[in-house]
């Protein structure tokens, strides 16, 4: 048996820290103590499996999975990429899922109680796999600005919410994408909790007119990069083995 | 100078306060997919004590975090995770995994599933095999992480509005002190005090084994969060 390899550590200078006092919520919902760094274990190299069974047929396309009466109000995209890992290998058959507010800005969610009106033909949710070479994309109309509490005149840039597994519980990521030449990308409290600017550049999606489709709807580009692994230079075994 | 053609990881964000409708729709009462992910963490199929665990996770002001999304990632009866890499067979109908959203008025959740297996420990680095004497503690009194089983545990991450960055931590249970004793990522722990908020209280209700596990995300018990 195979000692199975780990995954790179995570490079924390990437991501935003956990405490980033101009985004307010965080600073009661951070930790104070570091994390303790674990060697990992079967526990963390591995993590959940997904199949196509557990997905609809509609599940990828915003603009009909929750049509009632006609397609949502809004400029139509096309958000595509490939799902890497650091070492730039595809990532296949991961599940990836999105959500974000309508075109005006508004979430079909209890909580949210701003003033646009909800799109009675738009859910504002989906998920898909990523094929064998790592490729996922969506269908969706793109979402709106709107304006949030943090200080009195905040305001999130459209965005669509991502969450991505990898094949282990350690690759677990959640993030948003933003959309090339947005003027709220730099005033928004939370995308600045990213402490880089390359950091932030790969979160904004860029347009792809090659993949629109003409008359129709334009299109996004937005990869993703999951932690790598390592090969096994040096092969460890287990114990008895 | 050559470089290094790594790519690097996209960073977090927030998953924001309506992680809810895009992650637990079903739970959120919002009926949109045919089937929801992370109901069925073990089917009726899947082996082992029937158990569920419930708790809150609070935050620094010692309130409730009443919009938080949790996932679970355990191994079954037989410490195996439903996984190519998860050490063997899984009987049918254990998916291992669960995701959980808490209840938007008291910030309580709760999850069934079964009780996992003691799961191996990672394989020693041939460099460092530790002698007997180191395998019992080293210098700060703490347990090399390559040598028992790790005790019974289910990996769980949390996501919420104003969480940067997923957290991750680990539940153990109270009746398996034995195990605990000896687990080597709580014996990594060096502040003893602090093991104890990874360590999930048995109980029961209506016959039912039901254990407490409250995650303090911050102040005077802030549970040991892990970098994995």
Redesign the interface.
């Known amino acids: 048996m195979k000692?199975?390899a780990e995954y790179y550590?995570?490079?924390?200078d990437?991501?935003?820290?956990?405490y980033?006092p101009s985004?307010k919520?965080?600073?009661?919902?951070?930790?104070?103590?570091a994390?303790?760094?674990?060697?990992?274990?079967?526990?963390?190299?591995?993590?959940?499996?997904?199949g196509h069974n557990?997905?609809?047929a509609l599940?990828h396309d915003l603009i009909k999975?929750?049509a009632q009466t006609g397609d949502p109000v809004g400029e139509r995209i096309i958000v595509h990429g490939r799902v890497?890992?650091?070492?730039?290998r595809p990532v296949p058959n991961t599940?990836v899922?999105?959500?974000q507010a309508n075109a005006g800005g508004r979430?079909?969610?209890?909580?949210?109680t701003y003033l646009a009106p909800i799109d009675p033909n738009f859910?504002?949710?989906g998920?898909t796999m990523t094929d064998e070479n790592g490729y996922y994309f969506f269908r969706t109309v793109k979402p709106g600005a709107y304006p949030w509490r943090n200080m009195v005149n905040n305001w999130r840039p459209a965005h669509i919410?991502l969450?991505v597994f990898g094949a282990?519980?350690?690759q677990?990521?959640?993030?948003?994408l933003y959309f090339e030449g947005d003027p709220l990308i730099p005033l928004c409290p939370?995308?600045q909790?990213?402490p880089d600017a390359d950091?932030?550049g790969?979160?904004t999606a860029k347009l792809d007119l090659n993949a629109t489709i003409p008359l129709d709807t334009i299109a996004y580009k937005f990869d993703?990069?999951?932690?790598?692994r390592r090969s096994t230079l040096f092969e460890?075994?287990?114990?008895g083995n | 100078m050559q470089r290094l053609?790594?790519?690097?990881?996209?960073?977090?964000?927030?998953?924001?306060?309506?992680?809810?409708?895009?992650?637990a729709?079903g739970a959120?009462?919002?009926d949109?997919?045919?089937?929801e992910?992370g109901w069925d963490i073990a089917g009726p199929n899947a082996e082992g004590e029937r158990i569920r665990i419930e708790g809150r996770v609070i935050?620094?002001?010692g309130n409730p975090?009443k919009?938080v999304l949790l996932?679970a990632?355990q191994?079954n009866a037989h410490g195996k995770?439903?996984?190519?890499?998860?050490?063997g067979e899984v009987e049918d109908g254990f998916?291992?995994?669960g995701r959980v959203i808490t209840d938007?008025d008291t910030g309580e959740w709760g999850f069934d599933t079964i009780k996992p297996g003691p799961?191996?420990?990672?394989?020693?680095?041939?460099s460092m095999r530790p002698t007997a004497e180191e395998e019992q503690k080293d210098a700060f009194g703490r347990g090399h992480?390559?040598l028992r089983a790790?005790a019974p545990?289910i990996?769980l991450?949390i996501?919420?509005?104003?969480?940067?960055?997923?957290?991750?931590t680990?539940l153990y249970f109270s009746d398996e002190e034995e195990a605990n004793a000896t687990d080597p990522?709580i014996n990594?722990?060096e502040w003893e005090s602090?093991r104890k908020t990874l360590i999930a209280q048995r109980g029961e209700r209506y016959g039912q084994v039901v254990y407490r596990f409250d995650i303090h995300?911050?102040g005077e018990n802030?549970?040991?969060?892990?970098?994995?």
């Open positions: 000692t199975p550590q995570r490079d924390r990437r991501h935003p820290p956990a980033a985004y919520t965080s600073v009661a919902r951070s930790p104070r103590y994390l303790i760094s674990l060697q990992q274990s079967t526990s963390e190299i591995t993590g959940p499996v997904f557990d997905l609809g599940d999975n929750y890497l890992d650091e070492n730039a599940l899922e999105v959500w979430y079909r969610h209890k909580k949210d859910g504002g949710c998920r919410h969450s282990s519980f350690c677990r990521l959640v993030t948003q939370i995308v909790t990213i950091a932030i790969a979160l993703i990069v999951l932690r790598g460890n075994r287990l114990e | 053609n790594y790519l690097r990881e996209t960073p977090s964000q927030t998953a924001g306060p309506y992680v809810h409708i895009g992650l729709p959120a009462g919002f949109i997919y045919e089937h992910l935050d620094g002001t975090v919009d996932e990632w191994a995770y439903p996984h190519p890499e998860g050490g998916r291992g995994w938007f799961v191996p420990a990672r394989a020693p680095l041939a992480q390559g790790m545990h990996n991450w996501v919420a509005r104003g969480i940067n960055i997923g957290l991750n680990r990522v990594l722990i602090r995300i911050q802030e549970t040991v969060f892990f970098d994995i």
